[in-house]
T-cell receptor, first 115, second 116 residues
Framework: AQSVTQPDIHITVSEGASLELRCNYSYGATPYLFWYVQSPGQGLQLLLKYFSGDTLVQGIKGFEAEFKRSQSSFNLRKPSVHWSDAAEYFCAVARGSGGYNKLIFGAGTRLAVHP | GAVVSQHPSRVICKSGTSVKIECRSLDFQATTMFWYRQFPKQSLMLMATSNEGSKATYEQGVEKDKFLINHASLTLSTLTVTSAHPEDSSFYIC????????????FGPGTRLTVL
């Protein structure tokens, strides 16, 4: 069965520091992978997605993620974190016919940013 | 573009009553809508998938008679929690996918349901 694991429940970084949020997936076929961010009072916003091609994916707000098939990972990175990046981050894999039909989410990683 | 709204944002009801939550795609036609449930500090769990004009497809373990989903138009889907009980208290989130961008779901801000 498909699954997504985000090992870190909570991460705290200082503003300006680099960030890496881990995501591991279990999926039998070529995965369709997503990172979403959830801020209080707002809906989940898509940061980036990977379907195929270049394994380093650029997203919005300065985020990027790298797909590593050998490690079944899709880690999210940002070189310099801003205070406004404090939020909940979810990694997700799509399953079902067409590959993008249904999303399975990881448990999420809550990011806190110290000034 | 690709904005999804939900109404209400918060609702409190008494046990045994029914509550309807609306999900609207504001600037695109949503051929498919999804309903999720999120428990505190946990992830989103897919409840059901609905295609416009068709019956919803429920995930295993979700009671279709308790969580009624209607997707009568390309911009509106509703979730009705019937005979609500305190254990139904949760954060309900919808998402929508259009025919032109079938690889991405756009999420609403969620509805906090509290059943007393």
């Amino acid at each position: 069965a498909q699954s997504v694991t985000q090992p870190d429940i909570h991460i705290t970084v200082s503003e300006g520091a680099s960030l890496e949020l881990r995501c591991n997936y279990s999926y039998g076929a070529t995965p369709y992978l997503f990172w979403y961010v959830q801020s209080p009072g707002q809906g989940l916003q898509l940061l980036l997605k990977y379907f195929s091609g270049d394994t380093l994916v650029q997203g919005i707000k300065g985020f990027e993620a790298e797909f590593k098939r050998s490690q079944s990972s899709f880690n999210l990175r940002k070189p310099s974190v801003h205070w406004s990046d404090a939020a909940e981050y979810f990694c997700a894999v799509a399953r079902g016919s067409g590959g993008y039909n249904k999303l399975i989410f990881g448990a999420g990683t809550r990011l806190a940013v110290h000034p | 573009g690709a904005v999804v709204s939900q109404h209400p944002s918060r609702v409190i009801c008494k046990s045994g009553t029914s509550v309807k939550i609306e999900c609207r795609s504001l600037d695109f036609q949503a051929t498919t809508m999804f309903w999720y449930r999120q428990f505190p500090k946990q992830s989103l769990m897919l409840m059901a998938t609905s295609n416009e004009g068709s019956k919803a497809t429920y995930e295993q373990g979700v009671e279709k008679d308790k969580f009624l989903i209607n997707h009568a138009s390309l911009t509106l889907s509703t979730l009705t929690v019937t005979s609500a009980h305190p254990e139904d208290s949760s954060f309900y989130i919808c998402s929508a996918r259009g025919s032109e961008s079938t690889d991405t779901q756009y999420f609403g801000p969620g509805t906090r349901l509290t059943v007393l």
